[in-house]
C-alpha cells in the first residue's frame, strides 16, 4: 500500500488542523493505521492509532483530548484532527499502516508501511 500524507502548515497556538493519509493500491480497511511525529533533533513518537475494527488509542501524555483519529474507508483516507494546538506539536507527522495489530503499536517497528510525512509548524 502507498501512502500519502497532507495537511500540514502553519499555525497559531491554539488553532486547528486536519491531517489526512489517502492509500493507493490497497483498500485501507484492512490495515491498522497510525499517526507518528518527529520533531527535529528527537525520535519519531507514537501519535494515534486506529485498528480495523475502529479501536482507538493515543499518545496520552502528549495529545489525548486534543487529536482525533478517525478513518472512511469509503474514500480511502485516515484522519487526524488536531485542536488546540501547541507550539510543541510542531513536527513532521506521518502515517503508518500495517495489516496487523502489535502490542506495540505505539513503535515504528509495528508498521511496515509509511506515508512521505506533513510538517505542522505551531507558533507561538
Known amino acids: 500500500v502507498q501512502l500519502q500524507a497532507s495537511g500540514g502548515g502553519l499555525v497559531q497556538a491554539g488553532g486547528s488542523l486536519r491531517l489526512s493519509c489517502a492509500a493507493s493500491?490497497?483498500?485501507?480497511?484492512?490495515?491498522?493505521m497510525g499517526w507518528f511525529r518527529q520533531a527535529p533533533g528527537k525520535e519519531r513518537e507514537f501519535v494515534a492509532l486506529?485498528?480495523?475494527?475502529?479501536?482507538?488509542?493515543y499518545n496520552e501524555d502528549s495529545v489525548k483530548g486534543r487529536f482525533t483519529i478517525s478513518r472512511d474507508n469509503a474514500k480511502n483516507t485516515v484522519y487526524l484532527q488536531m485542536n488546540s494546538l501547541k507550539p510543541e506539536d510542531t513536527a513532521v507527522y506521518y502515517c503508518?499502516?500495517?495489516?496487523?495489530?502489535?502490542?506495540?503499536?505505539?513503535?515504528?517497528?509495528?508498521?511496515?508501511?509509511w506515508g512521505q510525512g506533513t510538517l505542522v509548524t505551531v507558533s507561538s
Open positions: 486506529i485498528t480495523r475494527s475502529g479501536g482507538i488509542a
Open positions: 503508518a499502516a500495517d495489516r496487523h495489530y502489535s502490542t506495540t503499536y505505539y513503535r515504528t517497528s509495528g508498521y511496515d508501511y
Open positions: 493500491g490497497r483498500t485501507l480497511s484492512t490495515y491498522v
